[in-house]
């Protein structure tokens, strides 16, 4: 019977052992790091990775996060130099590089870095006026956040970005912003009409330009081509008229048939409503043409009385 005891009483240390040694056993898991203090004192900082503490000597004081975080501040009354009161809430993203001055550095870190934010934010404001504030954001972000930063180092902090969420001035300079917008747009939409109306009218100058230009380009083209035209058919009978001369010196023709094609002239003329005829005088001292030029003259009379 005492041996059934002893080993019960054995078996029951030997689990406590057990457990003792398993809760001692720890895991650190990624982007986290675990401040151990040996006696109440700082002793190490576990990485990732398996870990084993010394029972009820060592104590894992802190489970810190290496993440980048991001804390949302409420707003924050702040005034300008032109004494206008707003309210700025402020978003800040940072993360942990020393969790061992992470833990020692300050009291309540998430805390200071409110009030360093705020008090930073209210400094910085101050020095500007309302429209500035409202359109400097970039530059105040990029204060706050170098102050922030070189502030929150001794506590194992940096400091990545600082971002104004939201910039909300009283309700009557709200109301005051807003009609100054709506005039400005009104004014803009008024110079782009009147910048339109004055595109299309040179649109409309260039238009009738062009098409008088063409038009004229046209006129000249056809005057040139007719001109092109009335020499080309002065040429051609010029022409014709030159190689009929050529051809009849070369056919060296007598007198009788230059008198005979004379006559021939003068009937193509009479050929018509010619009431008088003038003949030259060389013809008249021709007997033996008299004869046709009479038929010819009363052939024309006839023809006119008809």
């Known amino acids: 019977m005492e041996g059934i005891i002893g080993f019960v009483i054995l078996a029951i240390i030997i689990f406590i052992f057990l457990i003792i040694i398993i809760s001692n056993v720890k895991i650190v898991p990624q982007a986290h790091a675990y401040v151990l203090e040996r006696l109440g004192a700082y002793y190490a900082t576990w990485d990732t990775g398996l870990h084993i503490k010394i029972p009820f000597i060592d104590k894992i004081s802190k489970k810190v996060s290496l993440k980048e975080q991001v804390v949302d501040f409420p707003p924050q009354p702040v005034i300008t130099r032109d004494n206008v009161t707003m309210q700025i809430d402020t978003v800040v ?48 972000n990029d204060k706050i956040r170098i102050i922030l930063d070189e502030a929150t180092d001794a506590w194992g902090i940096k400091v990545i970005r600082v971002e104004l969420k939201n910039i909300l001035p009283p309700r009557e300079i709200q109301d005051a912003m807003e009609k100054q917008m709506k005039a400005e747009r ?121």
Not at 96 to 113: H, M, W
């Open 93 to 140: 993203y940072f993360e942990i590089t020393d969790p061992k001055l992470y833990c020692y550095g300050v009291e309540r870190p998430l805390s200071a870095i409110e009030n360093l934010t705020a008090t930073t934010l209210r400094n910085i404001i101050g020095d500007l006026e309302l429209d500035n504030t409202l359109t400097s954001r970039d530059t105040i």
């Open 186 to 306: 009104e004014r803009r939409a008024r110079i782009l009409d009147a910048e339109g109306e004055k595109r299309s009218q040179i649109l409309v100058a260039e238009g009738m330009k062009e098409s008088a230009i063409l038009k004229a380009d046209a006129v000249k083209e056809q005057k040139i081509r007719e001109a092109q035209g009335e020499a080309e058919a002065i040429l051609t009978v010029q022409k014709a008229n030159a190689d009929a001369l050529r051809m009849l010196n070369e056919a060296a023709p007598t007198d009788r048939i230059i008198q005979l094609k004379s006559l021939e002239a003068f009937g193509k003329a009479a050929d018509g409503k010619a009431t008088k005829i003038i003949i030259p005088s060389d013809i008249q001292g021709l007997a033996g043409n008299v004869t046709a030029i009479k038929e010819l003259w009363n052939d024309s009379v006839s023809k006119e009385q008809s």
